[in-house]
C-alpha cells in the first residue's frame, strides 16, 4: 500500500497512514508525510492534524527491511522536524504500538493520545542499534532522563496507562481513536499550545545516575545500550541540534555494524519460521484441550508451557504417586511464574482449575492434542502409543517428544498415522524457546500446521526438521563436539577451548556444558548405537565415564569441582587420562579456535541443507540460537560463516 489518505473533519485534517503489516516508516510513507506537513500547512482551512493508522498498528518502526541499503532521503529526523515545526499542531492518535521512529513521530508531533491497550518504546537496541530520529533526545525533554533511559537503553515498551503517568502521551481515550483525535485537538486549539517537544527543557538530574545506569550494560557484542545512554546523556549536556547530529551519528555508525546485521538477520528469520508459506492456506486442526503422557522433566515442562498458555492439560502416569509429582512439578512453574510477577495468583488459580492427573489413559479420550514425553525407548514409546491409539479420537493429533528416536519407528502400526508428529521442545521446555517439528511422511498438512499453531500459542520458535539422527540441533551439537574433541587431540587446552567459545558470545564452552548436562547421556546413546552393531568410534568423552566422571554430578568430568562448588578446575586426573590420545602441540589462539568450531557447525549445516533435513540456512541459525545458546548477535552458524 505505501499510502497516506487526507480527510477532513471540520478544521482538523486527518492523515491517515496506510502501509501493511506494521505501517514501516518505508522511504514512500516518509515522502508521504513530508508531503502531507507541507500540504496541509498551506491549507488554511485546516487549524490542527491528526496522525492515524490504518491496520494493527501505529508506525512499528522504520521499515527494518531498508537497513541493509544506505539510507534513502527523506531521512526520518527530517520528517520530524518538519511535523514538529508545521503551522498546524499535530494529534498523534495512537494504537497497537508505537515503536521506533513510530514513537519518534509521536514524540514530534504536539499531542499524543493513545487506546488504554496501545504501547509506546524504543526497541532500537534489540536490534542493535539506538533511536536515529530524536529518540534519545526527544524523551528526556517529554518524560525526564530516567524515562528515557528505561525506554531507550531497557528496549522494552510501556502500556498507555505507564506512558500517560511518565508524561510520554497526553491523554487516554476510548471507542473510536480518530474522533477522539479530532476532539481533543478541537479542544486543544481554544488554548495556548504546549511548547515543541525540542524545545522543551530536560530536568536535571544527579551525576551519580549515569555510573549506575552504566552497571551491567556492556554486554559483549551489545554496544547499543551504552550507546544510547551516552546518547541521552550528551543531549542533557548540549542542545538540542547538537544533540540530534550526535544521536544520528551514533545510529548510524551502529546500523552498519556486525551484530546489527546480524540481530536483523534473526528479526526477520523469526518471523519467517513462525508461519511458513507451504501452510499459508492449510487450516489447522481444532486445538482446546492437551494431554501429556509421562511427568518427568520434559513432560511437566510441556505441560506447565501449555497450561500457561491456557490449554487445559492432562498429565498420565503410571501410578498415582507419579502423578502427583508430575501435578506439583507443573503446580511449581506456575508458582514461579507467580513469584517473578509473570502470572497473577489470580490467573494462576484460574489455570490450576484446568490442570488435571490420573493413571487413566481413558482421560485422553477428547484431547485434541496428547503429547508423549517418557522413555527414550522405542519399545517403551511404542507402548504408550498403542494406548493412545486406544483412547484418542482418530483425529486427535498424537505428538512424540523423541529428542533423537526415528520418529517413523515410533508411529509403526498406529491407526490414522496421518495425525502423528515429533514435538521435539528443549529443557527447561517452559522456558527454552525453540520447537522442532518433525513430521513423518504420512503427517498431514493440517497436523503440521496444528504444530505451527502451538508454536505461536506457546511462544515458541518452530522449525522443520527432516528425520536423521539428532535432527537439525543436536546433530549439529554433536558434531561441534566432535571437532572440540579432535582439537584436545591436537593438544589444545580444554579451558582454552571454553574460554574461546565464551569469547565468542557463548555462556559456557562445550567441555562446560557437558559438565553441566552430565557426560553420560551422550555416552549412554553411543553405548547403545553400538550394542545395535553400529561401528561408533571411541571419543574422549568415553574415556571419562569409563572413568567414573560424568561431570559435575559425580564431581568431576572435563574439569575437577570442589565439593559444592560449581567452579570448573583444570583437572590433572583428566590430563592424565587422555595423554595417550593427544597426537600433537598445537597452539591455536582463541579467535582461531572460535572460528574451526564455528565453521565446523556451518559445514554440518551445509550437509543438513544438502540432505533436505532444514529447509533454509536461516532456520538452522534459529535452531542454534533457541535450542543452544548460540549468541544472538552473531546470527548463527550459516550467518555468522
Ligand atoms: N520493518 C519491517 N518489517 C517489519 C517491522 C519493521 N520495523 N516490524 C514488523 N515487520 C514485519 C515482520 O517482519 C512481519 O513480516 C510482519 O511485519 C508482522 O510482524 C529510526 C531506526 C510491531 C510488535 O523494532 O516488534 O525504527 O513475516 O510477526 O507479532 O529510530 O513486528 O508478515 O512478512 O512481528 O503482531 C524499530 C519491530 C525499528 C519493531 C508486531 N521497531 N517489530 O508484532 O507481528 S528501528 C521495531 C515488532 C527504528 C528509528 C529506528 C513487531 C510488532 P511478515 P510480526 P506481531
Known amino acids: 500500500m505505501n499510502e497516506i489518505e487526507i480527510t477532513r473533519r471540520g478544521e482538523i485534517a486527518v492523515v491517515m497512514v496506510d502501509n501493511p503489516p506494521v505501517n514501516a516508516l518505508s522511504q514512500a510513507m516518509r515522502a508521504a508525510l513530508l ?16 496522525l492515524a493508522c490504518a491496520g494493527r498498528t501505529f508506525i512499528a518502526g522504520a521499515d527494518v527491511r ?14 520530524i522536524a518538519r511535523i514538529e515545526n508545521a503551522e498546524k499542531p499535530w494529534i498523534a492518535a495512537i494504537h497497537g504500538t508505537a515503536l521506533g521512529g513510530g514513537f519518534e513521530v509521536a514524540m514530534g508531533c504536539r499531542f499524543r493520545i493513545a487506546l488504554e491497550s496501545a504501547a509506546v518504546g524504543l526497541p532500537e537496541v534489540t536490534l542493535g542499534i539506538i533511536p536515529g530520529a530524536g529518540g534519545t533526545c526527544r524523551t ?5 532522563v530516567e524515562t528515557a533511559v528505561k525506554l531507550a537503553v531497557g528496549g522494552r515498551p510501556l502500556g498507555a496507562r505507564k506512558a500517560l503517568e511518565a508524561g510520554l502521551i497526553d491523554a487516554i481515550v476510548e471507542g473510536d481513536l480518530v474522533a477522539e ?9 481554544q488554548q495556548p499550545l504546549p511548547a515543541k517537544t525540542s524545545a522543551r527543557p530536560i530536568a536535571a538530574i544527579d551525576e551519580a545516575f549515569w555510573s549506575e545506569a552504566e552497571k551491567d550494560k556492556a554486554k559483549p557484542g551489545y554496544r547499543a545500550p551504552l550507546a544510547a545512554l551516552s546518547s541521552i546523556r550528551f543531549a542533557t549536556e548540549n542542545p538540542f541540534d547538537a544533540a540530534m547530529l550526535n544521536e544520528r551519528g551514533l545510529f548510524l555508525e551502529l546500523r552498519a555494524s556486525d551484530e546489527a546485521a546480524a540481530l536483523r538477520h534473526v528479526f526477520f528469520a523469526e518471523r519467517s519460521a513462525a508461519r511458513p508459506a507451504a501452510l499459508k492456506t492449510v487450516e489447522p486442526r481444532p486445538l482446546k484441550s492437551i494431554g501429556i503422557v509421562g511427568g518427568g522433566t520434559m513432560g511437566t515442562g510441556i505441560g506447565a508451557a501449555a497450561l500457561m498458555a491456557g490449554y487445559p492439560l492432562t498429565l498420565i502416569e503410571r501410578d498415582e504417586a507419579a502423578v502427583a509429582r508430575g501435578l506439583s512439578a507443573i503446580e511449581a512453574v506456575l508458582a514461579g511464574a507467580v513469584r517473578r510477577g509473570k502470572l497473577t495468583a489470580a490467573k ?13 489413559y481413558q482421560a485422553l479420550s477428547a484431547c485434541d492434542l496428547v503429547i508423549e514425553a517418557v522413555f527414550e525407548e522405542i519399545a517403551v514409546k511404542r507402548a504408550v502409543f498403542a494406548e493412545l491409539d486406544r483412547v484418542c479420537r482418530a483425529d486427535a493429533v498424537l505428538a512424540t517428544n523423541t529428542s533423537y528416536l526415528d520418529p517413523r519407528r515410533i508411529a509403526e502400526g498406529l491407526s490414522h498415522p496421518e495425525r502423528f508428529i515429533g514435538l521435539h521442545f528443549f529443557s527447561p521446555a517452559h522456558v527454552m524457546k525453540l520447537l522442532e517439528i518433525i513430521p513423518v511422511p504420512e503427517t498431514a498438512d493440517d497436523v503440521l ?3 505451527f499453531q502451538l508454536a505461536r500459542a506457546l511462544g515458541k520458535i518452530p522449525v522443520t526438521s527432516g528425520i536423521c539422527e539428532g535432527f537439525i540441533g543436536n546433530r549439529i551439537l554433536k558434531r561441534y563436539r566432535a571437532e572440540a574433541e579432535q582439537l584436545v587431540r591436537r593438544g589444545v587446552a580444554i579451558a582454552e577451548i571454553d574460554g574461546a567459545m565464551r569469547d565468542y558470545g557463548f555462556k559456557m564452552g562445550p567441555f562446560e556444558t557437558q559438565d553441566l548436562s552430565g557426560l553420560d547421556i551422550a555416552y549412554l546413546q553411543r553405548e547403545g548405537a553400538r ?15 569409563r572413568a567414573g566422571r560424568k561431570g559435575q554430578k559425580t564431581g568431576g ?28 602441540s598445537d597452539a591455536l589462539d582463541r579467535t582461531a579456535i572460535a572460528d574451526h568450531l564455528i565453521a565446523a557447525m556451518a559445514d554440518e549445516g551445509r550437509a543438513i541443507l544438502a540432505e533436505g533435513i532444514a529447509a533454509k540456512p536461516e532456520d538452522i541459525d534459529l535452531v542454534k540460537i533457541h535450542g543452544y545458546g548460540f549468541p544472538r548477535h552473531r546470527g548463527g552458524p550459516m550467518f555468522a560463516s
Do not use: N
Not at 35 to 50: F, G, I, M, T
Not at 348 to 360: H, I, M, P, R, V
Open 35 to 50: 508531503s502531507a506537513a507541507d500540504a496541509l500547512d498551506r491549507d488554511d482551512a485546516v487549524k490542527a492534524v491528526v
Open 66 to 79: 531498508e537497513f541493509d541499503l544506505p539510507p534513502l532521503e527523506p531521512h526520518l529526523p527530517d520528517v
Open 140 to 144: 528526556p525533554r517529554l518524560a525526564g
Open 181 to 189: 483525535a479530532v476532539a481533543f485537538a478541537e479542544k486543544a486549539l
Open 348 to 360: 494462576q488459580a484460574f489455570l490450576l482449575e484446568g490442570l488435571a492427573g490420573t493413571t487413566d
Open 449 to 451: 500446521a496444528t504444530g
Open 531 to 545: 550394542s545395535e552393531g553400529q561401528d561408533v568410534p571411541e571419543t574422549l568423552g568415553d574415556i571419562l565415564v
Open 557 to 584: 568430568g572435563w574439569y575437577d569441582y570442589r565439593e559444592g562448588e560449581r567452579k570448573p578446575v583444570v583437572s590433572s586426573e583428566v590430563a592424565a587420562l587422555l595423554q595417550p590420545r593427544i597426537e600433537a
